[in-house]
């Protein structure tokens, strides 16, 4: 009965080292070699230690800061009630809201309000008022953050032009002009802005 089993038993050893141990220290070795950074997850240091993944968002609020696209994540509370947790890294999920439903209509309206509010008369970005699939969209778009510039940039008693220049540095385009959309990280955006100095 061994002598029956043994190839099988063999084959198995083989492949398990080959596509179990091999190959992946193999594509792991590749990736940190070619790839570092996103091998790595992504992560961002400052002052020496990280501060977040790069394709994680993080929730970005007050006058000072570029704030994030609404996220729609939530949890509970002690008492077992529903509450709103903003870019929980824990957690990932969207409203699951059609265009038709009340609730969302209604908060898209106060996301609108709110946000002409806070940046002035005009249009407002797609980004700016609905929410992503993941809840922890770690983009805006370039739109998004042309509209936030100037009140930051009064908020900071920077030039406007200073932090419009820093979204052209740190924007990243469209592949070949089709493929994605023209955004920004805004925890990449918001680390710059911190190490701008008021003139």
């Known amino acids: 009965m061994y002598r029956e ?11 398990t ?8 220290t193999a594509f792991t070795g590749l990736a940190q070699a070619l790839f570092p950074f996103q091998a790595n997850g992504s992560l961002i240091r400052h002052d020496d230690h990280f501060i977040g993944s790069a394709l994680i968002g993080q929730n970005f609020t007050g006058p000072d800061w570029f704030t994030p696209r609404p996220s729609a994540l939530t949890g509970t509370d002690a008492s077992g009630k529903t509450i ?4 929980n890294a824990a957690e990932s999920g969207g409203s699951a809201s059609g265009p038709t439903n009340a609730g969302m209509i209604a908060n898209v309206k106060a996301r609108i309000a709110a946000y002409r509010t806070a940046y002035g008369p005009g ?11 993941s809840g922890l969209d770690p983009d805006i778009s370039l739109e998004n953050a042309a509209r936030q510039a100037p009140s ?5 008693k920077l030039p406007p032009a200073t932090v419009t220049a820093l979204i052209s540095r740190l924007a990243h385009h469209r592949i070949l002009g089709i493929i ?6 805004v925890l990449k955006l918001n680390l710059a802005l911190s190490r701008l100095a008021a003139p």
């Open 5 to 15: 089993i043994r190839p099988a038993l063999s084959l198995v050893l083989l492949f």
């Open 17 to 24: 080292l080959a596509l179990g141990v091999a190959l992946p």
């Open 84 to 87: 709103a947790t903003p870019y």
């Open 123 to 133: 249009p407002v970005p797609d980004d700016a008022v609905t929410t992503s699939g």
């Open 152 to 156: 930051i940039a009064a908020a900071r």
């Open 180 to 185: 994605g959309t023209d955004h920004v990280n």
